[in-house]
């Protein structure tokens, strides 16, 4: 089979990138069966972070009202329909209620 370069696309920062030839003939003798998905730098900024390390989350903020209370609240998740919410206060009272059940 005969290989012809291709142009790919980083998944991490966009920028387009060649796969040549040479390359996926080193992932075809290799039985390699995916495409790479990130150019040179974001692979050596990848591999060069410490083992363990986790890419940092985008805190979401959700503005809603307490499903118990009717008081607006913010919450740090994105709310599932047909779930309640509740505030602080109210969470924290029904925690506790929760507790002496046991």
Excluded: I
């Excluded at 089979?1 to 998944?11: A, I, S, W, Y």
């Excluded at 083992?51 to 740090?76: D, I, L, W």
């Amino acid at each position: 089979m005969e290989f012809q370069d291709r142009t790919l696309r980083c998944v991490d920062c966009g920028a387009e990138f060649m796969w040549t030839a040479g390359e996926q003939q080193f992932f075809a003798d290799k039985n390699f069966k995916n495409e790479p998905k990130r150019c040179k730098s974001c692979k050596a900024s990848r591999a060069s972070r410490p083992v363990g390390a986790v890419m940092a989350r985008e805190r979401v903020e959700t503005v809603t009202n307490c499903s118990a209370c009717g008081k607006e609240t913010t919450v740090p998740f994105r709310p599932t329909q047909g779930r309640p919410v509740f505030c602080k206060e109210c969470f924290q009272s029904r925690k506790l209620a929760g507790a002496g059940s046991l």
